[in-house]
């Protein structure tokens, strides 16, 4: 199939802003599961709430010790992003509300007191010992994103949206990953960007690039973004992963995609 017609429609898609909302967990945590339980944990309430230099991933009673070193490095990542302030040292938060043991968290990260800055629901991942965080959302996710890292309905939810937008029942045997996902990825990252230009274009050998990508139908997952490109983690189905420059110039009032650089 062409995908030219979808790669330039998309590309011609303004940019949502997006705002952070407001964490809605509870300070006060649910009981913990004894181990034997541990195979699916729903904690009660909001979760299990974990507040940076509070150790309480030591709460999440059941699941792997590599589980609670995670939480712990997320929480230092959330720190760093909020700027390493002495005075927001016990802001960052991690609220895990669902374990499941072949290897799936659902959780909600964000800032409370002394800093707010609101938050969102993610998944963790775990691959072998390595866990990762994966599909951060404040919204409904895409059925596809969610069929291609295996998210079982008890993680991902009972609902997920449809490439056409439709809210839809998820099914993760029958949603398969088809090219318009990987398409829809592709273009996401590349209109992620802190300046939002009235069209963007891309050029015939990036293009190329992007249709090499999604016809093997790979995950990408943005790092950071300049006014130059973005870097962005390329995940192949079989696991392997790389990373890319999606880079990119402004000529007048477009942006254009020159170039997709594999990175060291």
Known sequence: MNWRPLLAALLLLPLGSTSLLPLTASASAGRDRPAAQAE????????IVIARQSGDQRRLTGTPRSL???VARRLEV???DAGSRPRCATSPTVVVDRYDSRGFVKAGEGWYEPCPGGG???IYK?????WRAVLGSQDVRFCQDLAWWGVPVFIGGRQCLSEDLDVVRYRPGADTV???ATAR???AVATWLPIVPRARVVTRAALAQLESLIGRRTYLAPEECAPEGCVVTATEPGGRESRLMLR???IGDDLVVTEVEALP
């Open 126 to 130: 775990r691959s072998g010992s390595k």
């Open 40 to 47: 699916r944990i729903d904690y009660p309430g909001s979760g």
């Open 248 to 250: 990119m110039q402004p």
């Open 78 to 80: 959330l720190y760093a």
């Open 68 to 70: 609670k070193r995670f």
């Open 178 to 180: 088809s090219p318009e």
């Open 120 to 122: 969102y629901s993610v």
């Open 185 to 187: 990825r592709v273009i």
